[in-house]
């Protein structure tokens, strides 16, 4: 029975407000000092004592409304509905976490999105420090994805002198594909029989 109000919808038991996806993310390697928005290798390895978040320009009016939701202590608790998986607690608990919210968390894991299993996730809430490992994996890949992709773009752009877009996932991806090509070109037409009986 939630009715619309702007851009949230409010019933007579939740308020729901959505993310439209990541809100924030890791800063920059200029965040933490101005000098290295300039690429030397000799700044090189680039590891934050402590990773820090910013919100993401593009959605930032976003964030801020829904940071309004999370810090206001009309509310008994906080329900993250995100995506049952590594990345949705990762969207929330960095939404979280720069928001400063001091509210309780709880936590709708679905399987499937019919009216039957919603109803049923929100009869069984579950209490969000369950998926604190969770979101711990989470951030330790967010932080991996960071330090590998700062440092090594960085090192291999430098030293080749064009810009290299090195990541975790996509280098070792586009290696199999590259390497898949190469067996394609290379191929060899051999003539073979069939048998019919």
Known sequence: NAKRKGNYFESDKYTIIYALGHLVTLCEPEDYDKKLKYWTI?????????????????TKDQFEFVKNFLKN???EYIVNACDAGREGELIFRFIYK???????????????LTKEEILNGFKNLRDGEEFDNLGKAAEARA??????????????TRKEGLLLSIGR?????????VEREKEILSFKPQKYFEIFV
């Open 73 to 75: 202590e009309k509310f």
């Open 169 to 177: 996932v996509q280098t070792p991806t586009l290696y199999m594909i």
């Open 42 to 58: 000799k700044d090189l390895p680039i590891i934050p004592k402590e990773f820090k978040l910013k919100p993401i320009e593009e």
């Open 143 to 156: 932080e991996a994805d960071w330090l590998v992709g700062i440092n090594a773009t960085r090192a291999f």
């Open 98 to 112: 720069l928001s400063k919210s001091k509210l309780k968390v709880k936590r709708l894991w679905l399987n499937a």
